[in-house]
């Protein structure tokens, strides 16, 4: 089989090519995949690199995400022939990823490919559509509809942040997409954006600890100072979810959010979330937020084009997702 594969030179050099492996073989409660599709996602570009906080073992197959058939199995539970996918877990971490033409891997990390949704499609979701379905499900099981107000979007034009926009708009919620990319903001409102602003102008504002009310809730994918000034302006009650931290991983804050205005911060996680709940969220995105703009958001590559598409997702200048077009 063909495979996308790491290499560790040293310390601090990696190189990466494509390479032929034996196919693997099934060990107890195990599936092999013959992978359709994949994607990539910003932990996929770190393993890429050697980041130490997400591969440690080399020679490494990257890919956090992959969908295919079932091709061998040991399990009761999943037979040859069914179409499956996995995110998350530790695929493509430090167990080999689905940046290759089959992966094994145990069957407590599969789950079904709904009827209604294609390989391709379920892989432009990926773990980013995964990270938007479970965050906007906090803003909607806390309370949070459509006609509550404008919700914020940080790190608009990313994997996470395009899906969002693109979902909350199906379902009626006014947007407001957040993005240091300025000259993305037709993207964003083709895609369903209600207003586009800009990071800088969106920090420039006041350093008092409240600022006036302004979304009922906020998606926020990049941590740091933004996530921070985004807590400040959240109406009375509203929900504010985070996921990522492309911008910073601390957060400087007060409690004043929290206890004048009953503002509540929920941290999303779609490695580790159970499975029944995973599940849940595909039969949501296969069906009524299934959006009609994932072609505007997808770019299709091939394994032989996977260097090039991390080299934009280290430099931030990738918009939307990249799928990874395994075999037919």
């Known amino acids: 089989m063909k495979a996308f594969v790491v290499e560790k030179i040293t310390d601090k050099e990696f190189t990466t090519e494509i390479k032929e492996l034996p196919i693997p073989k099934c060990k107890e409660n195990e599936i092999v995949i013959k992978v359709s599709y994949s994607s990539l996602n910003y932990k996929d570009a770190l393993s890429s690199v050697g980041n130490p906080g997400v591969t440690r073992k080399f020679p490494h197959i990257t890919g956090i995400d992959v ?5 061998e199995s040991t399990s009761t539970i999943f037979k040859v022939g069914e179409r499956v996918l996995v995110t998350g877990y530790d695929m493509g971490m430090n167990t080999d990823g689905g940046h290759a033409e089959y992966v094994k891997v145990p069957a407590s990390w599969v789950a079904r490919i709904p009827d209604s949704i294609t ?9 980013a559509g ?24 940080t790190g608009a034009t990313g994997g996470v942040g395009s899906i ?22 037709e993207y964003l409102k083709r895609i369903g954006a209600n207003e586009v602003i800009s990071r800088e102008e969106f920090l420039d504002s006041s350093n008092k600890p409240l600022l006036s009310e302004k979304y009922a809730g906020v998606i926020d994918t990049v941590g740091g100072e933004i996530l921070a000034q985004a807590l400040k302006q959240i109406k009375y009650d509203g929900v504010a979810t985070c996921c990522g931290l492309t911008s910073s991983h601390e957060l400087n804050t007060n409690v004043f959010p929290f ?11 779609s490695v580790e979330c159970k ?54």
């Open 67 to 71: 969908a295919g058939t079932v091709y």
């Open 259 to 269: 206890i004048l205005r009953g503002v509540r911060l929920i941290g999303i996680d």
């Open 164 to 185: 969002t926009v693109s979902i909350l708009s199906k379902l009626g919620y006014n947007v407001t997409a957040l993005s240091g990319k300025k000259e993305k903001a």
């Open 275 to 328: 499975l029944e709940k995973k599940q849940a969220a595909w039969e949501k995105l296969a069906s009524r937020w299934k959006i009609n703009t994932l072609s505007n958001i997808t770019n299709e590559i091939t394994l032989n084009e996977i260097k090039e598409a991390y080299e934009h997702l280290l430099s931030g200048k990738a918009v939307g997702r990249y799928v990874v077009k395994i075999k037919e």
């Open 130 to 153: 995964l990270t938007a379905a479970l965050s906007i499900n906090e803003l909607i099981s806390n309370g949070v509809k459509a006609e509550s107000g404008d919700i914020l979007v």
């Open 119 to 127: 390989d391709k499609e379920i892989m432009t979701f990926g773990t």
